[in-house]
């Protein structure tokens, strides 16, 4: 199986590279984050013309994210069990979307960005995080044999390498001590961010923002990641990032990272 993960930034700008990427990396299921529209917009005939399935939570032009599969798309979950809410009229955001594919159960997540240290976004965030990890951990703890795959924007860059200049976040979000500890903690729940593993070099970027030409000059961050069960970590035998994805016109500001699935 091959699994990728991509902050699409928008799918209804992006359909066309969204199926070409498919069919160029032979993709047969694919998280997306950031679609940016609300369910009756999503383009699902584009995909189920190629052989996928979509799943699909959004609710305007803000978040989103969806699954796409061509291996099954079964037990399909909006939202993970006590995921916190946001606003002066709290409703669950469009960040997390569950669904079992070829017996892999992948959950394409959009965490909040924060915003700003001292904004109600911020804590908000850390208890997105909190919220998500305990789910994680019942998951596993249900049934030590379950295969998941926690994929997408974490908007936190762990590692001060995982920004092309740490001087220049000082006092900025995605690289407080608070969000690294909260990403961090799903090793300790018994998950393994799988790219890392493959892919431990430094300065190696999944996002580069549109401004400044920071494409070009290699100014990124790497945020996007990919947290995976023990069933599922002894299976993943690579992991690419295709930071070509990054180049061209209408290009997202993020690019998918894929993983290599060992299971029939």
Known sequence: MRLATWNINSIRARVDRAIAFLERENIDVLALQETKCKD???????????????????LNQWNGVAIISRVGLEDVEIGFPGQPQFGEEPVTEPRAVGAT??????????IPNGREIDHPHYAYKLEWLAELNRNAGQWITENPEAKVALVGDWNVAPLDTDVWDIGFFDGKTHVTEPERSAF???????????????????????????????????????????????ALTSAVTGVTIDRNERKGKGASDHVPVILEIAIS
């Not at 594919?101 to 959009?110: P, Q």
């Open 40 to 58: 009756a917009q999503f383009p699902f005939e584009a995909f189920e013309a190629a052989g996928y399935q979509v799943a699909h939570f959004g």
């Open 101 to 110: 594919c070829g017996g892999v159960r992948v959950w394409s997540l959009y």
């Open 184 to 230: 961090q903690a799903f090793e300790a729940t018994g998950y393994t961010e799988i790219s890392r593993k493959f892919i431990p070099a430094e300065n190696t970027y999944t996002y580069w923002d549109y401004t400044q030409l920071r494409f070009p000059k290699n100014q990124g961050m790497r945020i996007d990641f990919a947290y995976t069960s023990p």
